[in-house]
């Protein structure tokens, strides 16, 4: 990536942004996106939220419920449990 040409965007009255138009298409940036900001020295950070696609994750998390609990009956509640456990351990891995 080399030297961009800088675009100009004006706070308004609310805190509110725009994106310039270029920056948006390039990124793909949409009505719905969501960006994460974040402050660095003096500097205001935007980049986009990327999310994993949960499909994956979700077949990875029953694979593993089912290895674990062949012939036992489980309840609702501690499915629900178990996913959230094997949530908050893979964002522990991913340091978020």
Same mark, same amino acid.
């Given at each position: 990536m080399?030297?961009?040409? &800088?675009?100009?965007?004006?706070?308004? /009255?609310? =805190?509110?942004?725009?994106? &310039?138009?270029?920056?948006?298409k390039?990124?793909k940036? /949409?009505?719905? /996106? +969501?960006? #994460?900001?974040?402050? +660095? =020295?003096?500097?205001?950070?935007? /980049?986009?939220?990327?999310? &994993? &696609?949960?499909?994956?994750?979700?077949?990875?998390?029953?694979?593993? #419920?089912?290895?674990?609990?062949? $012939?036992?009956? #489980?309840?609702?509640? +501690?499915?629900?449990?178990? #996913?959230?456990?094997?949530?908050?351990?893979?964002?522990?891995?991913? $340091?978020?």
């Amino acid at each position: 990536m080399g030297q961009e040409e &800088p675009e100009i965007a004006i706070v308004g /009255t609310k =805190g509110q942004i725009v994106i &310039p138009q270029r920056l948006r298409k390039e990124l793909k940036i /949409t009505s719905k /996106t +969501k960006l #994460i900001v974040y402050r +660095k =020295g003096d500097k205001i950070v935007l /980049t986009k939220l990327e999310l &994993p &696609p949960l499909k994956e994750e979700l077949k990875d998390l029953f694979n593993e #419920i089912d290895k674990q609990n062949i $012939g036992k009956k #489980i309840s609702e509640k +501690k499915i629900l449990k178990e #996913i959230q456990t094997y949530r908050l351990e893979k964002r522990a891995k991913k $340091g978020v």
